[in-house]
């Protein structure tokens, strides 16, 4: 079964950036949909962003105009470009593939990365 290995995170302050990678174990080149989740202290996991195979993206509203996906398919990795951070960014964040409706196609995960927003 494919594995998700995600990279990435760290500390930094409000307004920051911040650029997560997510790397599979398989070819992801006939993957439909990729996602990036998150998951915050007390609160169940939620979809970040999606890309399509057709490089059609996706996002929550909350992130919209501060966070980029992206996917390279050769390299099998997925992206998530976090720009203009927020203490409520803060969450570990997962990679999965993704159905159309954005739910996550797999129901295990990877370890995560942890990212914090503060001052």
């Known amino acids: 079964q494919v594995q998700f290995v995600e990279s990435g995170g760290g500390l930094v302050q409000p307004g920051g950036s911040l650029r997560l990678s997510c790397v599979a174990s398989q070819s992801i080149f006939s993957v439909d949909a990729m996602g990036w989740y998150r998951q915050a202290p007390g609160k169940q996991r939620e979809l970040v962003a999606v890309?399509?195979?057709?490089?059609?993206?996706n996002y929550a509203d909350s992130v919209k105009g501060r966070f980029t996906i992206s996917r390279d398919n050769a390299k099998n990795r997925v992206y998530l470009q976090m720009n203009s951070l927020k203490p409520e960014d803060t969450a570990v964040y997962y990679c999965?593939?993704?159905?159309?409706?954005?739910?996550?196609?797999?129901?295990?995960w990877g370890q995560g990365t942890q990212v914090t927003v503060s001052s």
């Open positions: 999965n593939a993704a159905w159309t409706n954005g739910a996550p196609r797999y129901n295990y």
């Open positions: 890309v399509t195979s057709d490089g059609i993206t």
